[in-house]
């Protein structure tokens, strides 16, 4: 494990993924600012005035990470704020299930797939917090070949299925919960 660990090419691929799902997040943070800035202000830890260019900043500081990551001089200051950025956000989401207010939209898919906020997503952020503190480890030098590219690509498409999979799956699972919640709540109304 150590070995793959200093691998460039599963190195790459790491940073590839993350590049990807922080460039996304960002185009839709930027695509629909009123409904992220709704979302923002929904966690109540931005003050009202700030709501507006704090979704700005955080869609900048993105894509920013995402820049980041692809190019070999920035590669540690982009896992450094891919790192940042993943705590960042789960320290938002831990103060709002602290709080007990579950029902808040994370953010963090295509706004519009609404995912209430969990413990799963602590989780999810550390293990991606995790992954970016590996790309600013140094690699091992080695040739690359033709194939190193195939993989290079298919690494990063299947993260990026792999991503989509995961967060489909916590939003369904949450719907569901909510769903079993609310048919309890009205049998024992009844």
Same mark, same amino acid.
């Given at each position: 494990?150590?070995?793959?660990?200093?691998?460039?090419?599963?190195?790459?691929?790491?940073?590839?993924?993350?590049?990807?799902?922080?460039?996304?997040?960002?185009?839709?943070?930027?695509?629909?600012?009123? @409904?992220?800035?709704?979302?923002?202000?929904?966690?109540?830890?931005? %003050?009202?005035?700030?709501?507006?260019? =704090?979704?700005?900043?955080?869609?900048?500081? @993105?894509? *920013?990470?995402?820049?980041?990551?692809?190019?070999?001089?920035?590669?540690?200051? *982009?896992?450094?704020?891919?790192?940042?950025?993943?705590?960042?956000?789960?320290?938002?989401?831990?103060?709002?299930?602290?709080?007990?207010?579950?029902?808040?939209?994370?953010?963090?898919?295509?706004?519009?797939?609404?995912? %209430?906020?969990?413990?799963?997503?602590?989780?999810?952020?550390?293990?991606? =917090?995790?992954?970016?503190?590996?790309?600013?480890? %140094?690699?091992?030098?080695?040739?690359?070949?033709?194939?190193? *590219?195939?993989?290079?690509?298919? *690494?990063?498409?299947?993260?990026?299925?792999?991503?989509?999979?995961?967060?489909?799956?916590?939003?369904?699972?949450?719907?569901?919960? @909510?769903? =079993?919640?609310?048919?309890?709540?009205?049998?024992?109304?009844?």
């Amino acid at each position: 494990m150590a070995t793959l660990l200093h691998d460039p090419l599963f190195v790459l691929v790491i940073r590839g993924a993350l590049a990807l799902l922080f460039a996304s997040a960002a185009w839709h943070k930027l695509r629909a600012r009123d @409904e992220f800035a709704a979302i923002l202000a929904a966690y109540r830890l931005v %003050p009202a005035a700030l709501v507006a260019p =704090a979704t700005a900043v955080i869609a900048a500081t @993105e894509l *920013g990470v995402a820049v980041a990551l692809l190019l070999p001089n920035l590669r540690v200051a *982009g896992a450094l704020g891919a790192a940042g950025l993943l705590a960042v956000y789960a320290l938002a989401i831990g103060v709002n299930l602290a709080r007990g207010r579950r029902m808040i939209d994370c953010g963090c898919g295509a706004l519009g797939a609404r995912q %209430p906020i969990s413990e799963w997503l602590l989780v999810r952020n550390a293990l991606l =917090a995790a992954a970016a503190a590996v790309t600013a480890q %140094p690699v091992a030098v080695r040739p690359f070949v033709w194939v190193d *590219g195939v993989t290079l690509v298919g *690494g990063v498409v299947i993260a990026a299925c792999a991503w989509t999979a995961a967060h489909g799956l916590a939003a369904a699972a949450q719907r569901v919960a @909510e769903r =079993a919640a609310r048919l309890q709540l009205d049998g024992a109304v009844r």
